[in-house]
């Protein structure tokens, strides 16, 4: 008979249950809303949900909902997936972009707004240069694209050390018409990495969502991680703060006078990270806030460079 798509939904959210595939009615919306072109299944039309499927679009469902029967992320099943306003190119190994990380970019984008609203409430304004903003592991690009959208005057140096995810984030930043004002680097960032990231001169943020897990938590994460995405990125040695560290070393150099770091943290960080700047003075950066994610967990990290 006729597959309608409430069937097909209903029909792989079964099979997703009985495979045990977590988000089994979520994946099964994704999938067939992808295949007809909807953005959410939320917004296909109720007539729409009784139409029946071609033979091409089931065959089509059939083809990723089988690679989602391996635990692949269903981002990487569809190939794309929104980030703040944007559709990005997603493909495996690389990181994919989490949905707390978009409140990271509305921390940028608020303090930059915020610096612009001070200084046009002077009596003699100083002309404010376009914001120049370093991106530290830019994976997908999700970060990055996202500031340049929401603050057009900026300029973003995006860094990357694996090929896999600049190559991804110049295919997003070209798809989405932003490759003019973005520099993609292959680049591992390491202790000496100050000329090479000081190409466009001093930054005003840095910005990064640096691998920060744990070492000895790696082994918990879900399946859909450790077989897909790239571990590296999620691998912040012992302490989660390998790559924290680095960039902490490294910010004085890069940044203006008053310029500042935004970093996504685990919840256990914030107090560790004070601890080592309390322990690194000459670094003279400042922890100024600790912001919470719509989980209410200690989340986000601004740093400030005292000037």
């Known amino acids: 008979g006729l597959v309608t798509t409430m069937d097909a939904v209903n029909y792989w959210q079964k099979v997703f249950e009985t495979n045990g595939i977590p988000e089994a009615r979520e994946s099964s919306e994704y999938i067939v809303s992808f295949v007809l072109g909807a953005k959410t299944f939320q917004s296909l039309s109720s007539r729409s949900l009784f139409t029946p499927l071609t033979a091409e679009q089931q065959e089509q469902i059939q083809q990723l909902s089988n690679k989602r029967l391996e635990r692949m992320p269903v981002q990487y099943v569809l190939g794309e997936w929104d980030f703040q306003d944007l559709i990005l190119k997603m493909r495996p190994p690389v990181f994919i972009p989490r949905p707390e990380t978009e409140d990271l970019v509305s921390l940028v984008v608020e303090e930059e ?10 009596c003699f304004p100083v002309p404010t240069p376009h914001p120049m903003i370093l991106e530290i592991g830019c994976g997908s690009g999700a970060i990055a694209l996202s500031l340049l959208r929401k603050l057009p005057q900026s300029r973003v140096i995006a860094v990357d050390k694996e090929e896999a ?11 989405l018409q932003l490759q003019e004002r973005i520099h993609i680097l292959h680049h591992n960032v390491s202790y000496s990495s100050t000329q090479q990231l000081l190409l466009w001169g001093p930054i005003d943020f840095i910005v990064s969502n640096p691998p920060y897990v744990f070492h000895e938590d790696m082994a918990s994460l879900d399946t859909e991680i450790l077989c897909y995405e790239d571990l590296e990125a999620l691998d912040g040695g012992d302490d ?9 070393a490294l910010a004085p150099e890069l940044l203006k006078d008053s310029g500042s770091v935004f970093l996504e943290v685990d919840p256990r960080h914030p107090n560790m990270v004070e601890d080592w700047l309390q322990g690194h003075p000459n670094l003279k950066l400042i922890l100024c806030a600790v912001h919470k994610d719509f989980c209410g967990k200690p989340r986000f990290l601004h740093i400030q460079k005292q000037s």
């Open 113 to 122: 707004s915020q610096k612009r609203e001070k200084n046009s409430g002077l």
């Open 165 to 175: 995810a600049v190559d991804l984030t110049r295919e997003n930043a070209h798809r």
């Open 240 to 248: 989660g703060m390998d790559v924290i560290k680095t960039i902490l």
